[in-house]
């Protein structure tokens, strides 16, 4: 089993960074892609960022591209995400997953609790 526990959010003003961070407990990180989602109060939730297993592949979401880094360090057990250039709209909880045995993943077996970023003017 792995779980995930996200780290690093809190209030930002616009155009600022944060970087959050999402911890893995388990012996099997390494065979997992990893993916960012974020949800809004009212909205869906949205795909951010993936990473393959061994960080080589990476993907955005158009509307956080050139502005946010997906990474993960296996040796350490983490994903990070490093976000630059905030916007209000980036406002959300931010959430961590993992999946296995596709690639793309179509399905994510482990989600972690998230964090609040919020973007303010």
């Known amino acids: 089993q792995v779980q995930l526990v996200e780290s690093g959010g809190g209030l930002v003003q616009a155009g600022g960074s944060l970087r959050l961070s999402c911890a893995a407990s388990?012996?099997?990180?390494?065979?997992?892609?990893m993916g960012w989602f974020r949800q809004a109060p009212g909205k869906e939730r949205e795909f951010v960022a993936l990473i393959s297993w061994g960080g080589g592949t990476t993907y955005y979401a158009d509307s956080v591209l050139g502005r946010f880094t997906i990474s993960r360090v296996n040796a350490k057990n983490t994903v990070y995400l490093q976000m630059n250039s905030l916007k209000l709209e980036d406002t959300a909880v931010y959430y961590c997953?993992?999946?296995?045995?596709?690639?793309?993943?179509?399905?994510?077996?482990?989600w972690g609790q998230g964090t609040q970023v919020t973007v303010s003017s």
């Open positions: 388990g012996r099997t990180f390494s065979s997992y892609a």
């Open positions: 997953a993992a999946a296995r045995n596709t690639w793309p993943p179509d399905d994510y077996d482990y």
